[in-house]
């Protein structure tokens, strides 16, 4: 008996639910959600390649670490640096290897550096690092080590980098986080109004005693099921859109790093599926408690 009553009312939420879902109403929150999550999932695609290219910069920073004229032991040197905290290697740059270097970097100075009568440049390590953030207290304690003579690791485009990075993301964020908000209040605005034009149904399921949870329900599940369609019509186009968007940065700067891989945008559209689900099903739990409150 009990488990034919559970089945008649999943028979009968599903039946209220998928009436509820080919209103005109429903079709005018579907759309609605859509263009919501459309903006929301351009916003975090923006927001993943913003966070991608700052972090590809940040791992370019490196120490040049410059070595006395004359040392010999080098190697042991080169030990010290790798073993400061933050260094991930240090590669060993010999005079002629740096006045090479030089040649080939600036091919209109080749013969003024043929003339000269020695080698000016001194040994050097090229210093990588698996921790860019700390590469001012990193550079100070390479700086430190018997035979480094002195450090150079860009400081004022570090600087900068670092401030433009912390503007970028902070914006980034702000902007997303807004985004969320916004997006929030138009679905649950919007198929609140779902639930409105049928506060009748709901008047007359409280008058024969159906329950809060019964009544509440199908109006849950409708918004689930718009909050989960308008986001995937929405993932479709934002991952067409960043399909059209990404060949064209590489035509146009090939040395941009954007995202690329495939599990990068799987999981874009996860994240926009999740979040339009959620969205909706929140919009009819809230709007349907204003009635139940009632």
Avoid: H
């Amino acid at each position: 008996m009990c488990t034919a009553l559970k089945a008649r009312s999943v028979k009968l939420i599903a039946g209220q639910t998928a009436r509820g879902l080919f209103r005109n109403f429903a079709l005018m929150a579907l759309v609605v959600v859509a263009a919501c999550m459309f903006v929301l999932g351009s916003t975090l695609a923006v927001a993943l390649n913003v966070t991608n290219i700052g972090l590809q910069l940040q791992r370019q920073v490196e120490i040049k670490a410059f070595l006395m004229d004359g040392l010999k032991d080098y190697a042991a040197v080169g030990s010290r640096i790798k073993a400061v905290p933050g260094v991930a290697d240090a590669i060993y740059i010999s005079k002629e290897e740096a006045l090479k270097r030089m040649a080939e970097d600036y091919p209109d100075y080749r013969d003024v550096i043929k003339t000269l009568p020695d080698n000016p440049l001194p040994a050097s390590f090229d210093v990588k690092l698996s921790d860019p953030k700390s590469v001012k207290e990193i550079a100070g304690a390479v700086g430190g080590i018997e035979g480094v003579e002195g450090v150079n690791y860009g400081q004022s485009y570090v600087e900068g980098l670092s401030s433009v990075l912390q503007v970028l993301w902070s914006f980034t964020a702000l902007v997303l986080v807004a985004m969320v908000f916004g997006s929030s209040i138009i679905v649950n605005n919007t198929i609140g109004i779902t639930v409105t034009a049928r506060r009748n149904e709901i008047e007359i399921m409280k008058l024969v005693g159906a329950s809060d949870g019964f009544i509440r329900a199908p109006f849950v599940l409708e918004g689930m099921i718009i909050g989960f369609v308008g986001s995937l019509l929405a993932g479709i186009g934002i991952i067409a859109g960043y399909e059209y968007a990404a060949r064209w940065v590489k035509d146009m700067a090939p040395f941009v790093p954007l995202v690329d891989a495939a599990w990068a945008k799987a999981g874009l559209l996860a994240v926009v599926l999740a979040l339009g689900a959620v969205l909706g099903a929140g919009a009819g739990r809230n709007a349907t408690n204003r009635y139940l409150k009632d």
